[in-house]
């Protein structure tokens, strides 16, 4: 069981590091073309698509799916990153209290 554990964390381990490595690529990849574009705007269009729909969308329309893309990968990253922590977490807590 001990064992056991000890891989699953390995394996969640680099699975995070993984995914951190491939979302990293995709969002900078979409933020330089955003950058190129000179689109701006603040946490609070990532954090609510109402105000992005309604302020940034109609601002930059030619740059409308590398928006969209961008902020999907970002919050995507921040989703699985954090079920990857906490699944993390939880084996080791497991692994600490098995021991």
């Known amino acids: 069981m001990y064992i056991t554990l000890v891989v699953i964390i390995i394996g969640l381990v680099l699975a995070l590091l993984g995914v951190n490595v491939f979302f990293r690529v995709r969002?900078?990849?979409?933020?330089?073309s955003l950058v190129k574009a000179n689109v701006e705007f603040?946490?609070?269009?990532?954090?609510?698509?109402?105000?992005?729909?309604?302020?940034?969308?109609p601002r930059y329309p030619n740059s409308t799916e590398e928006i969209r893309s961008f902020i999907h990968h970002l919050k995507l990253s921040f989703r699985i990153g954090m079920l990857l922590f906490i699944l993390i977490s939880l084996f080791g807590w497991v692994l600490m209290r098995y021991r």
Not at 27 to 32: A, D, E, Q, R, T
Not at 45 to 57: G, P, Q, S, W
């Open 27 to 32: 969002v900078l990849k979409s933020y330089k």
């Open 42 to 57: 603040d946490l609070s269009h990532i954090l609510n698509a109402d105000k992005l729909e309604r302020e940034v969308i």
